[in-house]
């Protein structure tokens, strides 16, 4: 199956249903991920921020979206005291706040990826992810739980240098290639 990558421009219904088909049995997430989830207003006001800030791509199979990334321009969210506190909960994520008050606000960090079960294994999550850094990217982030093999697996293959923030977490980083 060839999937294009297309870019939102608008948070939709489809984009938030497919949020939370990717996310409602995820053992990864934290507590607080897990009352997100329950709540679609604020899982838009989540999309709304991803999108004024960051970029959010998508593929769709026929006309239904069924795998997503989202990212932050750090330079552009930094300002905005209300997202960095929906986004960087310091009280749930302590390390990744710690670790992103340092970085180059010139980087860009990739907040979320999801793909709907029926389409996992396919190497969609992948393409987003090389579609992106073709477009966008300056230096990247990524800050995900350790226990995330898969998301591991992908920034390994793509040349991310990995750094265990602790036992719970990693940060991978990559430079633009040129």
């Known amino acids: 199956m060839k999937n294009k990558v ?5 948070i939709d219904n489809d984009l938030i249903d497919l949020y939370i088909e990717c996310f409602k049995k995820d053992k990864i997430f934290t507590s ?3 009352e997100i989830i329950k709540d679609r207003e604020l899982i838009t006001k989540l999309f709304d921020y991803y999108l004024k800030y960051g970029t959010i791509l998508y593929t769709k199979r026929y006309s239904k979206k069924i795998s997503f990334l989202c990212s932050l321009k ?3 969210i930094i300002e905005d005291a209300e997202a960095i506190k929906l986004i960087f909960d310091e009280d749930k994520y302590p390390e990744m706040n710690k670790y992103i008050k340092t970085i180059n606000k010139d980087s860009n960090y990739i907040v979320l990826i999801g793909v709907n079960k029926n389409f996992r294994k396919r190497g969609l999550a992948k393409k987003l992810v090389k579609t992106y ?6 230096k990247d982030l990524v800050f995900s739980d350790i226990d995330n093999k898969y998301s591991l697996k992908i920034f ?4 991310f240098s990995i750094k265990e923030v602790n036992k719970n977490y990693f ?3 990559r430079y633009k290639m040129y």
């Open 133 to 138: 850094l073709q477009y966008y990217n300056k």
């Open 156 to 159: 390994k293959s793509l040349n």
């Open 32 to 34: 607080r991920d897990k």
């Open 6 to 10: 297309y870019k939102i421009t608008k």
């Open 74 to 76: 750090i330079n552009e």
């Open 171 to 173: 940060i991978a980083e």
